[in-house]
């Protein structure tokens, strides 16, 4: 069966009118196939299947990457705490995929210097160690090779860290990243491919079999119910995959363990690290911590512990707080309290069950399975290698299909190629509107080169203005994501 690859003209991700009409079509023109599920995996999955010239649809139950695909450390990394784990392949897989997506998305992910302070001798020779291993895992490609710091080097990198307790450090590289960003770019790459994507579209019912799938969906905003017809469907859809799973088969059983990842936001003026990134002991010294520059401000965390409670809202209780509070305290001798948070936030890591035990034990590896006939299911991974993931499972759907052509991604720009060029043009127009050097950068990294389609509104409709007083985003954004983001809700909005 032959498949043509359709590229569109695009802007954002267009019309969510028109993506739930294209959605109700399926009935006379099924979908090659339908992805429930957009977050990173689901997005990556779109783009990738669509790139392969099969015809995608995928839905969002809320927002896009409303879920945990932006409650993230904002890391795209290498994985240096799996080393405990000796999840070597893992390791290997994520360095090389970080490289990859520095270089396919520039604008989104950033290189980070990392600081490992050392306050003992045995704690120099088994970070040292551990980075020797670090490096070679990634065939001594990392960014740059980690090295010693002495201790007026480690403290010049980040204030923070106390004089005289600390002996020196270990300097290394990783990446950051948008995790809402990416989301979005991915899905408007998909939909230059032909995919449609509507989000607050829930998954009601799911049946299938090896000729064809169907599913009944809800658009939440209207309570209107549509028939939604799939050659195969994949169910991405993280620490909800259990659920979705037993509305396709009765009596399936769960296959996740929930984890809990907790990050605490302060102010940099309440928390001094510079621009590098510290990688500190909890207090108990049970795991490492990120302390992360992120604009404004500085992100802690993660925690990973059990959880059993709400799948669609966990909350930050007050021991996840004074967990995080009491290892930056002890790592840089301060006495910051819960009045100096400034926000946190939690999300659910979709680990796959394995040996009992702490779920910081369990692998972080992804699983692709069978559902039912027709409908297969993704889940575990981590954002890092959400690419590698999204490859396997439509290599899986594609063979079933008997689509031409291997994965393409890697070589799929996500939204720009010059960054340097681009920044200029977007400084050149600000400067021109007047508009402040932040507030380009902050375009530029958001929207890539969609950045010169926002000011078009900034200029056409005179919303120069910031969003919110203080900060870099500005009112002409609000319109743009509405008009080509599908924000639907106040919340969407602040999320992107």
Known sequence: ?????????????????????????????????????????????????????????????????????????????????????????????????????????PHLVEATPFVLPVTNRFRRAQFGVGLWAYDALASFRNLRIHKYLSSSEATDLVPALPEGKVRGGFLFYDCKTDDTRLVIELLVQARRYGATAANYVAARDLSGSDEMCSATVEDTVSGELLEVRARRIIAATGVWTDRVEAIARAGATPRLRPSKGVHLVFRKDVLPVGNAAAFIPDAQRERMLFVIPWRDAVIVGTTDSAYEGSLDRPTVEESDRNYCLDAVNAAFDLSLRSEDISGAYAGLRPLVAGKAGATADLSRKHAIYDIAPGIIGITGGKLTIYRRMAKNAVDRVAGELGAAGRSRTRWIRLGISDVASLRQ????????????????????????????????????EDLRGPMVEGHPELAAEALYCRQSEMVVELPDLLAT
């Open 425 to 460: 043009a977007v400084q050149r127009r600000t400067r021109r509107l007047g508009l402040t050097e932040e507030s380009a950068g902050n375009l530029v990294r958001s929207y890539g080169e969609r950045a010169l389609s926002v000011l078009d509104i900034v200029e056409h």
């Open 1 to 105: 069966m032959g498949y043509r690859i359709a590229i569109v003209k695009v802007s954002g991700l267009g019309s969510r009118s028109d993506a739930l009409q294209r959605l109700a079509e399926s009935s006379r023109a099924p979908f090659d196939l339908l992805i429930v599920g957009g977050g990173v995996t689901g997005a990556g999955i779109a783009l990738d299947a669509a790139a392969r010239g099969l015809t995608v649809a995928l839905i969002e139950r809320s927002d896009f990457a409303s879920g945990t695909s932006s409650k993230s450390s904002k890391l795209v990394h290498g994985g240096l705490r799996y080393l405990e784990q000796r999840e070597f392949g893992l390791m290997r897989e994520a360095a090389t995929e970080r490289d990859l997506l520095r270089r396919l998305a």
